[in-house]
């Protein structure tokens, strides 16, 4: 069965103290894996897809990283409006399975 | 602003009641799934439609919840009779493909149903 782990479950950070979020999998044959940001009340919304071992996405503060085990998502100098919860997702044959997600809090 | 649609926003209901939600995808998406989302269990996958076609929907209690695609613009979520363990937040997406290319699924801004 296709396991999707995030860690920590929540995380706590002052502005400006950067950080990595981790998502671990167990998916054999893994076609792509996502990361989501979803703010309190809102729906999820995408961020990165990483599709292989070794590849790099950046988006602002934010860059994510995939090996054949885990992707990280790691954070640069976070400020308060980066808050929010981070789902990362793997597909394999079927659609995305959901890990339950980083609850990263910002404080300036 | 092309955004996917969902209503009602929020729904209180009681046991044993019939729930009916809607989901307008963005015009153009072939593929619209449906979540549900709790503190205990995550973003669960209920079922999902490409080309209004229904694919899979083992995620969902067969005995009370149906999903149905009347046509391109609507997919509706039903649970006949709720039950207090639906509570959650449900959530539509769309999106172009169910191949790693373009699999981005946008999200709706949810409904959160409360089952007394």
């Known amino acids: 069965e296709d396991q999707v782990t995030q860690s920590p479950e929540a995380l706590r950070l002052q502005e400006g103290e950067s950080s990595s979020l981790n998502c671990s999998y167990t998916?054999?044959?893994?076609?792509?894996l996502f990361w989501y940001r979803q703010d309190p009340g809102k729906g999820p919304e995408f961020l990165f897809t990483l599709y292989s071992a070794g590849e790099e996405k950046e988006k602002e503060r934010l860059k994510a990283t995939l090996t054949k085990k885990e992707s990280f998502l790691h954070i640069t100098a976070p400020k308060p409006e980066d808050s929010a919860t981070y789902l990362c997702a793997v597909l394999r044959g079927t659609p995305l399975v959901f890990g339950k997600g980083t609850r990263l809090s910002v404080i300036a | 602003d092309a955004r996917v649609t969902q209503t009602p926003r929020h729904k209180v209901t009681e046991m044993g009641q019939e729930v009916t939600m809607r989901c307008q995808p963005i015009?153009?998406?072939?593929?619209v799934f449906w979540y549900r989302q709790t503190m205990m269990q995550g973003l669960e996958l209920l079922a999902y439609f490409r080309n209004r076609a229904p694919l899979d929907d083992s995620g969902m209690p067969k005995d009370r919840f149906s999903a149905e695609m009347p046509d391109a613009t609507l997919a509706t979520l039903k649970i006949q009779p709720s039950e207090p363990r639906d509570s959650a937040v449900y959530f539509c997406a769309s999106g172009l493909s169910l191949s790693v290319v373009n699999n981005e699924q946008f999200f709706g801004p949810g409904t959160r149903l409360t089952v007394l």
């Open positions: 998916v054999s044959g893994l076609r792509g």
């Open positions: 015009l153009g998406h072939n593929t």
